[in-house]
């Protein structure tokens, strides 16, 4: 578990640009377009590595880069949950996340709807992995780093107060 925390902002960087460069290539090469919440969960990704880039080029504080990630990924659990929560039809999505064409005044003004409306919508599971969508999968990494990087920034801590 030392050696775990002792590179913990290269397996951060491995891992959210793994996540980023998955979805991506599902995207490009496979034709699997994301939905709104998709995109809100790539965020905290995003996030993460330009931050752990930015941490080997200037080494500002392991405290603050940990509370941070932690918040990140906290972030990210809550999208990718509630994600979830909509492919399931438990919770509901956001109001980009479904096709509405209700109201149109104009032909003009419908066309505009049908042409602003989501590619794919947050409900339906774009693809699966051993039975478990791609919300789910990222569910479960969210809440893994998430909990990893609560400990990390609780030994990180406790290690500055011990100091003083």
């Not at 460069?21 to 919440?37: D, M």
């Not at 080029?57 to 990718?80: E, H, K, P, Q, W």
């Amino acid at each position: 578990m030392n050696k775990l925390y002792q590179n913990w902002i290269i397996i951060i960087l491995f891992i959210s640009s793994g996540a980023i460069i998955t979805a991506l290539i599902a995207e490009h090469f496979f034709n699997k377009y994301p939905c709104q919440l998709c995109i809100y969960q790539r965020y905290p990704y995003y996030l993460m590595i330009m931050l752990s880039l930015f941490y080997f080029v200037r080494n500002f504080s392991l405290i603050l880069y940990s509370i941070i990630s932690t918040l990140s990924f906290f972030v990210g659990s809550i999208f990718a949950l509630w994600h979830v929560g909509v492919e399931k039809n438990i919770l509901p999505g956001l109001s980009g996340c479904t096709i509405s064409l209700n109201s149109s005044e104009s032909l003009g003004d419908l066309k505009n709807k049908i042409l602003s409306q989501p590619i794919t919508n947050c409900e339906d599971v774009i693809w699966t992995f051993f039975g478990f969508s791609a919300a789910s999968v990222n569910s479960i990494l969210y809440i893994c780093l998430f909990i990893l990087s609560t400990i990390y920034c609780y030994k990180k801590l406790n290690e500055k107060q011990k100091k003083k």
